[in-house]
């Protein structure tokens, strides 16, 4: 219950920016491919150890969005979505050889961004922020929790562009990746210190409504 009372900030937050005038909405939907890398004593695991690094995961993220400050050149944005995270793990060690455990992660987010025209009479901005995140859900395999206990709340940065398909209709293609580690497990052992990071490539689909 005390978790669930931590996401009034979000909510507080995101109807006080967008209850203001002269602010329009836009739904979005899209697709992301998801990875989990483990950064042991500021080295990527990723590059070495390949054959126990974890696969790119397909998932997906969705909700609304409200613009605001909106000038000829730019725009401000802050929204309320659900993001798919997570990665796909080959688990050989406990459990027969390519055995694939997908492991998710999903989360309410707010994401809250800067979009900058980068062409005149052209509807292509560039976009970057932030997005808070709270987990709402970690998966299990058979009610247990392979994976270590994500942390509650994560903030990632997003970055990308975005450019206007049809009228009402926008593509977003963006980067975002975690600015702190997923889990909390700790060390005293300076070599075994690490860092768990999520990152996504996504593709985005915006209906202005």
Not at 141 to 153: G, M
Not at 181 to 194: A, P
Request: one cysteine or more; proline letters at 3%; glycine letters at 6%.
């Amino acid at each position: 219950m005390r978790n669930k009372l931590k996401l009034l900030p979000f909510l507080l937050l995101f109807f006080c920016i967008t209850m203001k005038g002269q602010n329009t909405w836009e739904i979005f939907a899209g697709y992301s491919k998801s990875n989990i890398n483990d950064h042991l004593n500021g080295q990527n695991q990723v590059f070495n150890y390949p054959i126990n690094s974890p696969n790119y995961l397909n998932t997906f993220n969705f909700g609304i969005a409200n613009n605001f400050l909106k000038k000829d050149r730019y725009f401000l944005q802050a929204g309320l979505g659900f993001y798919g995270k997570g990665s796909k793990d080959f688990a050989h060690i406990i459990y027969p050889v390519d055995t694939v455990i997908e492991h998710h992660l999903y989360y309410l987010g707010l994401p809250v961004t800067a979009n900058i025209k980068l062409l005149n009479n052209k509807k292509i901005y560039f976009s970057f922020g932030l997005i808070p995140c709270y987990l709402l859900k970690q998966s299990k395999l058979y009610n247990v929790r392979i994976f270590p206990k994500a942390q509650n709340f994560q903030v990632d940065y997003t970055i990308g562009c975005r450019a206007s398909i049809i009228e009402k209709i926008d593509v977003k293609c963006s980067y975002t990746q975690g600015l702190k580690t997923l889990t909390n497990r700790e060390t005293s052992v300076d070599y075994l210190k690490s860092r768990v990071i999520n990152h996504s490539f996504d593709i985005t689909l915006i209906y202005k409504l």
